[in-house]
């Protein structure tokens, strides 16, 4: 990330960066250290979902970072925040919401009822809204982006690591992924090293997943939309390799 992200904010012109970043303490959770140097390597909103809490840290700042979101359907009592607005340059604001999908995860407050609800309290300030949508059943993420195709400008998908091949914009002008993929090793099984997560299937044993550390890959996706109506005029995928940085470097 802090080696690429910024390259990539001047190429592509980009006005502001969203993260899922609930693994990024060394694979899990959160620490306000790491909080620290993604945001300084240049992303503008952190994202998460059912991992936020595996690192105990992450309640030193979650309730006074309004940059860093957790799923907004969790129960109220949970500290943090749920959406953001955040303002872009020339008076165009942002919005983003963060849910947590119900599918084969623990329970949470329907996501559906929680988007449209976080929707209507932003759409008062801009109609310029970002949903990820953290979950495990690719028919769930689908569902929530046709649900709300002409609601938001877009719905993303995390969890699942995998960046999928399904980018879009739908009939109501909502950018739509099931999954916009994973800044991370690519020679792993979901980023952590092969061998041990082979040996627990094979076996059903306790094994210990470390983090891989081969192929690591910036993935993601680039989304442009009408500050005006709010709706996507496109989308599509990013991935590019830590070695590509000399070329990047050198390319007008």
């Not at 904010?9 to 899990?28: F, M, P, Q, Y």
């Not at 503008?44 to 940059?67: M, P």
Request: glycine share 10%.
């Amino acid at each position: 990330m802090r080696e690429l992200l910024p390259l990539l904010r001047k190429r592509h012109s980009v006005d502001l960066v969203i993260a899922n970043a609930e693994n990024a303490a060394g694979g899990s959770g959160l620490t306000p250290d790491t909080v620290s140097e993604l945001i300084s390597s240049g992303v503008q909103v952190l994202t998460s979902g059912d991992h936020i809490w595996k690192n105990k840290a992450v309640y030193e700042i979650i309730g006074r970072e309004e940059r860093l979101l957790r799923p907004a359907n969790y129960p109220a009592e949970v500290p943090g925040r749920g959406s953001v607005v955040v303002a872009i340059g020339s008076g165009v604001r942002v919005g983003v919401i963060n849910l947590l999908g119900r599918v084969f995860m623990k329970p949470a407050e329907c996501p559906f009822a929680v988007a449209v609800r976080e929707r209507d309290a932003i759409r008062a300030e801009t109609p310029l809204i970002v949903v990820d949508i953290h979950a495990e059943a690719t028919s769930e993420k689908i569902a929530m982006g046709r649900y709300l195709d002409g609601k938001v400008t877009a719905v993303l998908g995390t969890h699942t690591h995998v960046q999928t091949a399904d980018e879009q914009i739908f009939p109501g002008g909502t950018a739509y992924i099931t999954d916009v993929g994973m800044t991370g090793p690519t020679v792993s099984i979901l980023g952590r090293e092969i061998d041990p997560v082979v040996r627990h299937f094979l076996t059903q044993m306790p094994e210990r997943f470390d983090v891989a550390s081969e192929g690591v890959e910036f993935q993601g996706v680039l989304m442009r939309a009408d500050e005006q109506t709010g709706r996507a005029v496109g989308i599509e995928r990013i991935r590019e390799k830590l070695e590509d940085k000399y070329q990047m470097t050198n390319t007008k």
